[in-house]
């Protein structure tokens, strides 16, 4: 674990509708959190602010309460977390990002700099903009951690029918599940 100078980690959350009791804050191993990283405990007795292992929490990053965030993640400078968020594994924040409270982050996506992230993002993809929108598949993600060109393939197409093609959410799933391969990602 490494710390830099100025980092917050497990403090008493900022969230109004604290009223005492005890909350925690669990960090797993081989993390590194830079400069003015703040990370809150959770707001309600006996809740937990998790924050799994391998992550690189870069200056000024914040982590609010109740956030849940995987493992092997990057959050780069001034990245911003509200309350009550899921951040899987392999995830990328980019820089000055702000997600909205009660948002989730998919696996190996990537949200660009500067974005303001008001609604989850589905795994593997890109998103990008204000706000944020899904764009592609996270190709350098997937390539990175070794995803078969096979299921890269599964996925632009997953990709291409649930947004590009106009359906309802659960018509683009039906034609998803009918039309390609399985595939575990």
Known sequence: MKFFPFASIGL????????????????????????????????????????????????????????????????????????????????????????????????MAIIGGCSKVTQDIPPYMLADGNPAKVRMTNKTGLERNGVSEEAQAALKQAYKILFREGLTTPNALTKIEAELPPCPN
């Open 12 to 107: 008493k959350t900022q969230d109004l509708k604290w009223k005492g009791g005890t909350t925690r804050t669990q960090i797993g191993s081989h993390n590194t959190f830079r400069e003015y990283v703040t990370i809150h405990s959770a707001t309600g007795d006996g809740e937990v602010t998790t924050v799994g292992s391998h992550n690189h929490i870069l200056a000024y990053s914040h982590i609010a309460h109740n956030v849940t965030l995987g493992s092997h993640i990057i959050m780069s400078n001034v990245a911003t977390l509200a309350g009550h968020i899921t951040v899987e594994d392999h995830a990328i924040i980019g820089g000055l990002a702000a997600v909205h409270q009660f948002c989730r982050i998919g696996r």
